[in-house]
């Protein structure tokens, strides 16, 4: 796992006809570049995001539901899914 960086701008495509991105920069977040490997051998990297506080996060947000935590108790990551853009500093 290697981090990308922690001033990032991501950007998620809409569903529209045409090319659409919802650009946004959330602080106290980092990006991983993740090694995956499948149990036949597949190698993938994906990109993971960690957001370091959640303490201003609304308490009914589905990862506290899951995860069964407070706000601003732990970090929250995931993986970003397919057609996501990052932009990450040199």
């Known amino acids: 796992m290697?981090?990308?960086?922690?001033s990032e701008l991501v950007?998620?495509?809409?569903?529209?006809a045409y090319a659409v991105f919802l650009s946004h920069s959330i602080d106290k977040t980092a990006v991983y570049?993740?090694?995956?490997?499948?149990?036949?051998?597949?190698?993938?990297?994906?990109?993971?995001?960690?957001h370091k506080d959640?303490?201003?996060w609304n308490p009914k947000?589905?990862?506290?539901q899951v995860l069964k935590v407070k706000p601003g108790t732990v970090?929250?990551?995931h993986f970003l899914v397919r057609e996501t853009l990052v932009w990450v500093p040199n």
Do not use: N, Q
């Open 2 to 6: 290697k981090m990308m960086g922690e």
């Open 11 to 16: 950007c998620h495509k809409m569903k529209y």
């Open 33 to 50: 570049s993740v090694p995956l490997i499948g149990a036949d051998g597949t190698r993938a990297t994906r990109l993971a995001v960690s």
């Open 54 to 56: 959640t303490s201003a």
């Open 61 to 64: 947000h589905l990862a506290f």
């Open 75 to 77: 970090p929250i990551c």
